[in-house]
């Protein structure tokens, strides 16, 4: 996986965090939903990631 996938990757989960907790304490379920699915998006593309970096050996 390339250095700038992981750094992307990471942005993307962390974006993710910080709308899923601000969904929380706003008590707005749909920007919580949201930032778990960003979470869950970036967690798929990393595992995906380290699949191909496998193959690659």
Do not use: C, Y
Request: cysteine-free; hydrophobic content about 25%.
């Amino acid at each position: 996986m390339g250095t700038g996938d992981k750094i992307k990757n990471k942005a993307n989960e962390l974006k993710g965090k910080i709308k899923k907790n601000r969904g929380r304490s706003m008590r707005d379920p749909e920007l919580e939903t949201e930032g778990h699915v960003d979470q869950l998006k970036a967690n798929l593309k990393q595992a995906g990631e380290k699949v191909k970096d496998a193959f690659k050996r």
